[in-house]
């Protein structure tokens, strides 16, 4: 699984992308398999002025399946950066559960009944 951070006006670049690749790791280590790559980035849409405006998107791909993507704001990066981090666990959980239902509901279509004996 590949984990790409990338950062936009934010000081402590370096740490904070080590936080949230570690992170993403920790949170999508358990579907390490069905996780083609991660991106993530990490931006102050308003620069000095303050308030909510600490963004972390992520977009995960994922092997054969469409991509999951989850935007965050707030005022603590890391915080925000957690945040995302669950709920990128829970979206992909979510995702790969559907597909293996969906999965099981097409075997079970294609299921032929057992051949009876017939009486000679």
């Given at each position: 699984?590949?984990?790409?951070?990338?950062?936009?006006?934010?000081?402590?670049?370096?740490?904070?992308?080590?936080?949230?690749?570690?992170?993403?790791?920790?949170?999508?280590?358990?579907?390490?398999?069905?996780?083609?790559?991660?991106?993530?980035?990490?931006?102050?849409?308003?620069?000095?002025?303050?308030?909510?405006?600490?963004?972390?998107r992520i977009?995960?791909?994922?092997?054969?399946?469409?991509?999951?993507?989850?935007?965050?704001?707030?005022d603590?990066?890391?915080?925000?950066?957690?945040?995302?981090?669950?709920?990128a666990?829970?979206?992909?959980?979510?995702?790969?559960?559907?597909?293996?239902r969906?999965?099981?509901?097409?075997?079970?279509?294609?299921?032929?009944?057992?051949p009876t004996?017939?009486?000679?």
């Amino acid at each position: 699984m590949e984990v790409e951070v990338q950062t936009r006006g934010l000081s402590a670049a370096p740490f904070l992308r080590r936080h949230a690749r570690q992170r993403m790791l920790a949170a999508l280590e358990r579907f390490r398999f069905s996780v083609q790559a991660v991106s993530v980035r990490l931006g102050d849409i308003n620069g000095p002025r303050g308030g909510a405006d600490k963004l972390c998107r992520i977009v995960v791909r994922l092997k054969d399946s469409p991509r999951v993507v989850i935007e965050e704001l707030g005022d603590d990066i890391f915080q925000v950066i957690d945040r995302v981090a669950d709920r990128a666990h829970q979206n992909v959980a979510r995702q790969l559960g559907r597909m293996k239902r969906s999965a099981r509901g097409a075997r079970r279509l294609f299921v032929l009944p057992a051949p009876t004996p017939s009486a000679a």
